[in-house]
């Protein structure tokens, strides 16, 4: 059983930053794909960014490339999001979420295991 704790989010004025992080613990595998969602008021839950546990390699959606980076510290099972100039429309409950290998990356239903979510609010 993987627990994943999401934390970082606030509420800031458009172009700010806000780095969110998400702890996993349990059972972990190399193989794993973690992924961040969002999810606005009456919206669907979006795939925003992942990166495959084993080797680095990131994933964005096309409306936060060039001002989003995901990145991972493995010795503490971290998967942090940067987000940078940040807009109005980027507010949201954010998610992290794992899955054990590297399916379908960006649909909600390809991951195992979510955290609680993180309010992001982005005010103009």
């Known amino acids: 059983q993987v627990q994943l704790a999401e934390s970082g989010g606030g509420s800031v004025q458009a172009g700010d930053s806000l780095k969110l992080s998400c702890a996993a613990s349990?059972?972990?595998?190399?193989?794993?794909?973690m992924g961040w969602f969002r999810q606005g008021p009456g919206k669907e839950r979006k795939f925003v960014a992942g990166?495959?546990?084993?080797?680095?390699?990131?994933y964005y959606e096309d409306a936060v490339k060039g001002r989003f980076t995901i990145s991972r510290d493995s010795a503490k099972n971290t998967v942090y999001l940067q987000m940078n100039s940040l807009k109005a429309e980027d507010t949201a409950v954010y998610y992290c979420?794992?899955?054990?290998?590297?399916?379908?990356?960006?649909?909600?239903?390809?991951?195992?295991?979510w955290g609680q979510g993180t309010q992001v609010t982005v005010s103009e």
């Open positions: 990166i495959r546990w084993s080797g680095g390699a990131t």
């Open positions: 349990g059972g972990f595998f190399s193989s794993s794909f």
């Open positions: 979420a794992v899955q054990r290998n590297w399916l379908m990356y960006t649909q909600p239903y390809s991951y195992d295991y």
